[in-house]
């Protein structure tokens, strides 16, 4: 701290808030009233030293020097963030992009513009807020370069460029349809098969991608869900159409025109799509490609190991003499046959009932007898056609 150094001076003027002091040397200056002491009157004499505070000087000299870092690293270091777009969604004659959110430190936003081929074409609604955008209007099968454009009080970030080609006729991929009023389920399930048909995506909400509200009749005025959706698409000017657009479109293997299928009007191919609802909902049964193996498989008459079975002496010789055809299902080889005339012993026991009008005997004998035939048959007994039904090596 320096020497303290004193001046004298006389009050020429007293005042509530101001001083007129007079110096020696015919100096004058102005002091607050408040800081004379008290009792004063024109003419009386003061003393008024000034002492420099050198320690308090260097105090507020780092105070001041920490301020300006903290303003520094606070608005100078982190400048804006450029965005990063990316795409969302694209079809025949729109692009849908999204980005995340603005990172303009402590800048003021002034707007976000968006560059279309290297020409602005639009600002952004509400930049702080947005997360997406819409371009419509397009060319088929057109590339296209977006960008957005940050402009902020620490300058302009421009973001990445993206290049994107529009779809074409048949590419249906970016189809995002959202199902409105469609009463008749078997109308509605079809035509969710038809959307994962053609690759196309589907909701039950309009979304920033949603390219088609279908409703096959308008929404009733007491159901409020439907008619938001239905508000909601007129006010984003979407197509409202009938379902049977994109039955159409699966038909014809690319996009047709919305016009036919218009809210107001006949579907043109509506028995069509009568017809093959119907015809999802009840599958044909599979057609056989051989009649023949569609019969059910009888159960096989002959038993897995050959089994002598009583009978002429000429049968036992032909049964002992018959090769086996197969290592698994043995059966016997059927031999010519010695004579297609019935014996005469057997056409008379055949025509003595009939003559007689009775019905043949079933005692409890004949019916073992019967048994033990169907399961041990005789080969020279079974019909012509059975034998002609066994493949014979």
């Known amino acids: 701290m ?37 009792g004063l009157t024109l003419g009386s004499v003061v003393d008024v030293r000034v002492t420099r505070n050198e320690a308090q000087e260097q105090k507020k000299r780092e105070d001041f020097i920490g301020l300006q870092d903290e303003i520094l690293q ?16 694209v079809t025949q004659t729109t692009i849908a992009i999204e980005w995340d959110a603005l990172d303009i430190a402590h800048a003021d936003l002034h707007s976000l513009d968006v560059v279309r081929n290297g020409q602005q074409i639009g600002k952004i609604p509400n930049p702080r807020t947005s997360r997406s955008t819409k371009l419509s209007g397009l060319e088929m099968d057109t590339e296209y370069a977006i960008q957005l454009i940050l402009h902020t009080s620490a300058g302009s970030f421009t973001s990445n460029e993206l290049h994107v080609r529009t779809h074409t006729l048949d590419n249906m991929s970016g189809v995002f349809v959202c199902l409105g009023t469609i009463p008749d389920q078997r109308l509605y399930d079809a035509t969710i098969q038809v959307v994962e048909s053609l690759g196309a995506r589907w909701s039950t909400q309009i979304q920033l991608e949603t390219t088609h509200l279908l409703c096959s009749m ?69 057609v056989p490609e051989d009649p023949e193996e569609s019969r059910e498989p009888e159960e096989p008459r002959a038993p897995e190991k050959p089994v002598a079975v009583p009978a002429k002496d000429e049968l036992e010789a032909q049964e002992k003499s018959a090769p086996l055809q197969d290592d698994t299902v ?52 079974r019909p012509d056609n059975d034998m002609e039904n066994i493949d014979l090596a």
Request: proline share 11%.
């Open 2 to 38: 320096s020497s303290n150094e004193g001046y004298t001076f006389t009050v020429g003027k007293l005042d509530a808030g101001v001083a007129i002091l007079i110096g020696e040397r015919a100096s004058l200056i102005e002091f607050p009233s408040v800081l004379l002491p008290r």
């Open 330 to 381: 043995h059966v016997w080889q059927s031999e010519p046959k010695v004579s297609e005339t019935p014996s005469e012993a057997e056409t008379q026991e055949e025509q003595e009932p009939a003559e007689s009008g009775e019905a043949p005997e079933t005692s409890s004998s004949q019916d073992a007898a019967n048994s033990s035939e169907a399961r041990n048959p005789d080969p020279s007994s």
């Open 218 to 286: 308008l929404p009733d005025p007491s159901n409020a869900e439907q008619m938001r959706l239905y508000e909601k698409a007129e006010q984003l000017t979407l197509p409202i159409i009938q379902p049977h657009w994109l039955f159409a479109c699966e038909s014809k293997k690319r996009m047709v025109n919305v016009s036919p299928y218009v809210m107001d009007g006949m579907p043109p191919n509506a028995l069509e799509v009568q017809e093959l609802v119907t015809r999802r909902q009840k599958p044909e049964p599979p």
């Open 74 to 89: 606070t608005y100078g270091v982190k400048a804006p963030t450029a965005p990063v777009i990316r795409l969302r969604g």
